[in-house]
C-alpha cells in the first residue's frame, strides 16, 4: 500500500498561554502530549506530512506554549485541531518556568473539549516514569480517551522492541500495546490517520444519530 499523501490542511491557528488564548473547539481535537523531548513535535510534522510546521528542536522544553493547528486530510473530510502541548519532566529550565508549563498542560485537560484524543508519546528506550504514570491515571479520572505512543522506533531493532513495548504496556496499565511511531521513517503514521478518521467517523455518526 502507498503512503498517504500529507493533510490537505494543515495550518497553525494559534499558540496559547492559557485557557482564556484555547480557540473554540472544531469536530474533535487530537493532542499530543508527553515528557520533553519525547518527539511530540516531530510526531506532529511527519504524521502530516509537514517538514517544519511544529518546531523541533535538541534543546528539550523548547515548546512552551500550546500550539494548536487545523488540520483536514481531505477536502471532503471535516477539520479537526491538533494541539503540541509543552513537555514535561526534564526540560532544562528553571524549575519555575517547569512548573507553569505543567499548569499550562492541566489546564488544558481540565477544559471541557468535545471529542478529544489524547496521544501520550514515550521514547520507546523508556520505562514508565512517575510521570507518565501520572498523566494516564490523570486522563483516566478526566475520562479523556487515549493511546500510548511509543516514539523514536528506528532506535530499536524488531527484536528488542517487544519486551520494551510490555514494559511500558504493563508499567502503565494499558489494555493494548503502545503504537510505535518514527518521525525518521513514517512508521505508525497511518495507524495515526486511521485514528484521526475513526474520531471524524464517529463525529459524523453523532450528528445523523
Ligand atoms: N531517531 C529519532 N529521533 C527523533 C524522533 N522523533 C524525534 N526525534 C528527535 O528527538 C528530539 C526531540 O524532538 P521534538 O520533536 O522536538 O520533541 P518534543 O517532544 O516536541 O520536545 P519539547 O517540545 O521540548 O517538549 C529531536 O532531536 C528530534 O530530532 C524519531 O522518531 N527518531
Ligand atoms: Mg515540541
Redesign the pocket.
Known amino acids: 500500500m502507498s503512503p498517504s499523501p500529507p493533510a490537505f490542511l494543515a495550518d497553525f491557528v494559534t499558540s496559547a498561554a492559557d485557557s482564556q488564548g484555547f480557540p473554540p473547539p472544531l469536530a474533535f481535537e487530537v493532542a499530543v502530549l508527553?515528557?520533553?523531548?519525547?518527539?511530540?513535535?516531530?510526531?506532529l510534522n511527519r504524521w502530516l506530512g509537514r517538514k517544519a510546521l511544529?518546531?523541533?528542536?535538541?534543546?528539550?522544553?523548547?515548546?512552551r506554549l500550546i500550539n494548536f493547528f487545523k488540520v483536514a486530510w481531505t477536502k471532503e473530510e471535516p477539520p479537526f485541531y491538533a494541539a503540541?502541548l509543552?513537555?514535561y519532566g526534564f526540560?532544562v529550565a528553571p524549575k519555575a518556568m517547569v512548573a507553569s508549563w505543567e499548569a499550562l498542560v492541566r489546564a488544558y485537560l481540565g477544559v471541557e473539549r468535545p471529542n478529544r484524543l489524547a496521544l501520550v508519546?514515550m521514547d520507546i528506550r523508556r520505562e514508565p516514569q512517575v510521570e507518565e504514570i501520572n498523566l494516564c491515571q490523570w486522563l483516566r479520572d478526566l475520562a479523556i480517551t487515549f493511546r500510548l505512543v511509543a516514539?523514536?522506533?528506528?532506535?530499536l531493532s524488531f527484536g528488542a522492541r517487544s519486551r520494551r513495548l510490555s514494559l511500558i504496556q504493563k508499567g502503565l496499565g494499558l489494555a493494548e500495546p503502545p503504537l510505535v511511531?518514527?518521525?525518521?521513517t513514517g512508521e505508525g503514521r497511518e495507524e495515526l490517520i486511521a485514528l484521526a478518521r475513526e474520531m471524524a467517523r464517529r463525529d459524523l455518526e453523532k450528528q445523523i444519530l
Open positions: 508527553g515528557r520533553s523531548n519525547s518527539g511530540k513535535s516531530s510526531l511544529a518546531r523541533v528542536s535538541k534543546t528539550p522544553g523548547r515548546t503540541d509543552p513537555g526540560a508519546l516514539t523514536k522506533g528506528d532506535k511511531f518514527s518521525s525518521l
